[in-house]
């Protein structure tokens, strides 16, 4: 921070701080305004989630308005930057770019430029001759890292530094710069699906519960207004093992489907869980099979959240009960029906945080019916609450009509009940 003399707080003029509107709706919305002159944000993820993609588009919207955007590209080329670039659409006049590892170099071009934006793309790249160490060593990205936040500082540009975090969540690198920055963002995906967020871990100029969605599309990073349709458009509520959970980022609630398959397969008493905890897979088929009645005993078991997001917290037990439940019996959820609530080791459902902003977000989506825990407050008008104290009940109200329906029916062929799992059945 530079120095000043003591002076009347109420003299003091605030509006240096007045953030720089990215141009990029969502990025904005995390941000609360957008970028703040003079300060330094780390935003990190894992290789290939899109920062680079991202800042670009950051650069290039900035560049637009007419301000300065600089890109100091340590790990490609400029004719690598530009051919990207030309990907996201049209390079504005004022987007420049420096290709250089050193720390030096880029100081330089900030001089040069007077840019009201530059972005490092990485700091794990660059490199401080003057630190000693080799280039990448924790001493070395700390230089950098305090030489470009001294420049942002006395020049007032607004400065990024992109940092790579491995997928075992192994922070090292760029975590250790945290302190050193105003503002953190955390970029998170799933390579292979769509999907991204847009986190603040930490923010000198705002909260940090924003979290900001985005579809990685063949032409750059989009903002989605409404995540509902990418979520749960594939969705096949017809197949049993297939639930609704509303789960919570940040300050929003993303209604994701939850699903399940149980096999009488190879594998065994195998459990495999994606997007969903595998202690909580594990804690959950327990409950079912001791409290439910529900055997799973030998079956193999998979559990996966569809969309490549998480649903690592305990309101999502209830749906994953359900789906698991519904894929043992081959009982179909209701297709309106979401369900949320913490699932204890007696069978309890329990209540969980952030009731209202869920049952709002199903409520919006067009769901009708949401299990939910015995406590819960009321929520939206159009969406019935039915309240469940166990997962025992919650399973019997989900599936009674169905089973209802079934049952003056005499089936076709077999003992009136479902196989047990539809894939070994059927071969
Ligand atoms: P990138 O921004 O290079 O990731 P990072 O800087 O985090 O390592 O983007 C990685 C992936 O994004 C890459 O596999 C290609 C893909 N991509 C798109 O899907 N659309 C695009 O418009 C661009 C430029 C990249
Ligand atoms: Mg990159």
Redesign the pocket.
């Known amino acids: 921070v530079p120095a000043t003399d003591p002076v009347p707080l109420v003299s003091v003029d605030g509006r240096g701080a007045r953030p720089l509107a990215t141009g990029i709706g969502e990025v904005d919305r995390v941000l609360a305004g957008g970028l703040v002159p003079g300060s330094v944000t780390l935003l990190y993820?894992?290789?290939?989630?899109?920062?680079?993609?991202?800042l670009?588009q950051v650069l290039a919207s900035v560049a637009e308005t007419g301000a300065r955007a600089l890109l100091v590209s340590a790990e490609e080329s400029a004719a690598q930057v530009r051919a990207?670039a030309e990907?996201?659409g049209e390079i504005p006049p004022d987007l420049f770019v420096v290709a250089t590892a050193d720390a030096g170099d880029a100081e330089a071009a900030v001089g040069a430029i007077e840019p009201a934006l530059v972005v490092v793309?990485s700091v794990q790249t660059l490199s401080d001759p003057g630190a000693g160490s080799a280039p990448g060593a924790v001493s070395q990205v700390r230089s950098c890292a305090e030489r470009l936040a001294r420049l942002a500082r006395a020049r007032g540009p607004a400065v990024v530094l992109?940092g790579?975090v491995t997928k075992d969540g192994d922070l090292a690198g760029p975590r250790m710069l945290e302190h050193l920055v105003d503002t953190v963002l955390a970029?998170e995906g799933d390579?292979h699906h769509t999907l991204r967020l847009l986190r603040a871990v930490k923010h000198r100029f705002g909260t940090t519960g924003e979290v900001g969605l985005f579809e990685?599309?063949?032409?750059?990073?989009r903002d989605i207004a409404d995540p509902g349709p990418l979520l749960l458009g594939d969705r096949r509520a017809e197949v049993p093992g297939s639930a609704v959970a509303a789960i919570v980022e940040g300050r929003r609630s993303l209604v994701v489907e939850i699903q399940a398959l149980v096999c009488a397969g190879a594998g065994g008493a195998r459990r495999t869980a994606v997007g969903v905890d595998a202690r909580r897979l594990a804690t959950v088929a327990a409950v079912l099979e001791s409290r439910a009645g529900i055997s799973l005993a030998g079956l193999e078991l998979f559990a996966s959240v569809a969309g490549g997001l998480r649903a690592n917290e305990p309101a999502a037990d209830l749906p994953l009960a359900l789906a698991l439940a519904s894929a043992t019996t081959g009982l179909a959820l209701p297709d309106d029906m979401v369900s949320l609530g913490e699932v204890g080791l007696a069978g309890e459902v329990r209540q969980v945080t952030g009731i209202d902003r869920r049952l709002a977000e199903a409520g919006r989506l067009g769901f009708r019916r949401a299990l939910v825990p015995t406590s819960a407050p009321t929520g939206p008008a159009d969406l019935e609450l039915v309240r469940v104290a166990s997962v025992a009940e919650a399973f019997e109200l989900a599936v009674g009509e169905v089973r209802d329906r079934r049952h003056p029916v005499p089936p076709v062929r077999g003992g009136g009940t479902m196989p047990l799992c539809p894939t070994t059945a059927s071969s």
Do not use: C, I, N, Y
């Not at 993820?45 to 991202?54: R, Y």
């Open positions: 993820g894992e290789p290939g989630v899109g920062k680079s993609t991202l670009l990207r990907r996201l793309d992109v790579h970029f390579r990685m599309a063949d032409r750059g990073v």
